[in-house]
């Protein structure tokens, strides 16, 4: 039973972190709220970063969680700019800030994210070299993007993934000339594969950006302070007026692993451990979001990056603070828009995970699903331009029942009578 005298605090200001909050007060908890953020800019999402916003096709308030009013009018303890020292299990207290506070909790949510991942190389020191992870990174790069468009100049991004991507093509709608570098030899490979990597590439070739597979940015050369050039193992240089890491990110868990708390290994991805509940090896502390690694079926655990992982994870370790049943076992799910493309992705079948992949529609056209099977079974599936099919998407995961390929590529046969 909730008391109405405990104290939740939540660490963390992104999406996760923003919808406990909420969720708490809408399933009735009456005691303290709490909400430590280590930005200054009130709780947003980030998707629209390497959007919408990005593009300058949606405002810069659209992108908070919450107007700044609703926390006071819910009673929500929000504290911006504020970075959590430390966390002591043995006395349940959370320190934060420069001056040290101290607060005692009765529950903790440690909703932390993500950091962009760091280019190791000489260069990286340089005022046109830029990470995409946060709003005042989205603002720096958008008026970068339009310069760069502007002047005829260069963008070379290092790495190939959602955000590279994205930022890629937000850069060509700019009008900017972009090269990206990329170690795998197609884009997303690591989470499409090799076959519908190459839809991406060739999507991007149509659109002039330039790739480089098969190696990787191991300087960047500049001349007082400023951008000149990307050199890459293979011995080429790249004109580059600005670059981009988009490199990953990894799970911020210092904290945790400094409280003491089980942290996954780099084969699970890293992150805080959880079980079904969100629950941490300590039972007062939950994790979601991207810092949180969840069991999987397999015997494996993962660790989700996704908006509906952070959009699902916070209202669902909301609940689980409060003592409700909860098992947290969603479909992954994201989504992504570039140039006049537009995907949903429900699943998880990185190389090595699937034996087939069935397309249904016109590839060529980019009007498809793509559907990862292993022994006849959906891993995950991919909707390309193609509409409201997710439902069924995730009910072919979710009951593993083998399908018949043909079926699963003709579009005359309904999606609803697979896998029934």
Request: with cysteine; net charge negative; charged share 25%.
């Amino acid at each position: 039973m909730v008391d109405a005298d405990q104290t939740f605090v939540i660490v963390g200001g992104g999406l996760a972190g923003a919808k406990a909050a909420e969720t708490l007060r809408a399933e009735g908890f009456s005691g303290r709220v709490i909400l430590i953020c280590d930005e200054r800019d009130h709780p947003y999402e980030r998707p629209p970063l390497s959007k919408g916003y990005l593009l300058g096709k949606e405002e810069r308030d659209s992108v908070f969680v919450h107007e700044p009013a609703w926390y006071a009018r819910n009673d929500i303890e929000l504290h911006l700019g504020q970075t959590v020292v430390s966390v002591d299990r043995a006395t349940r207290t959370v320190h934060y800030g420069d001056d040290g506070t101290r607060v005692r909790y009765d529950k903790l949510l440690l909703a932390t994210g993500a950091e962009p991942r760091r280019l190791d190389v000489p260069g990286t020191g340089l005022a046109g070299v830029h990470h995409l992870r946060r709003l005042a990174h989205a603002e720096r790069l958008k008026g970068v993007l339009a310069a760069l468009g502007r002047d005829n100049g260069h963008l070379v991004i290092a790495g190939a993934g959602w955000i590279g991507l994205e930022v890629a093509a937000a850069a060509r709608e700019y009008g900017a000339e972009v090269t990206v570098v990329e170690r795998a030899p197609t884009p997303l490979h690591g989470a499409l594969g090799p076959e519908l990597g190459a839809v991406f590439a060739e999507l991007h070739q149509a659109h002039g950006v330039r790739f480089r597979f098969g190696v990787s940015l191991n300087e960047i050369v500049g001349q007082d302070g400023v951008v000149l050039a990307a050199r890459t193992d293979d011995g080429e240089e790249h004109p580059a007026h600005d670059v981009l890491a988009a490199i990953g990110a990894a799970p911020r868990v210092s904290l945790a692993q400094a409280a003491g708390l089980e942290i996954a290994g780099p084969a699970d991805g890293g992150g805080i451990v959880v079980d079904e509940a969100l629950r941490t090896s300590d039972p007062d502390i939950y994790a979601a979001g991207d810092a949180a690694s969840f069991p999987h079926p397999a015997g494996t655990r993962r660790r989700v990056e996704h908006w509906a992982n952070a959009l699902n994870g916070g209202p669902a370790a909301a609940r689980s603070m409060l003592g409700k049943e909860i098992t947290y076992d969603r479909v992954p799910y994201f989504f992504s828009d570039q140039y006049d493309l537009g995907m949903e992705y429900s699943g998880w079948a990185p190389p090595g995970t699937y034996d087939e992949v069935v397309i249904r529609g016109d590839a060529g056209k980019r009007e498809f699903i793509a559907f990862w099977l292993k022994d006849g079974r959906v891993l995950a599936g991919m909707n390309v331009n193609v509409w409201d099919v997710t439902e069924d998407v995730q009910r072919l995961i979710r009951t593993g029942t083998p399908v018949d390929a043909d079926a699963l590529a003709d579009p005359r046969v309904p999606l609803g009578s697979l896998g029934a």
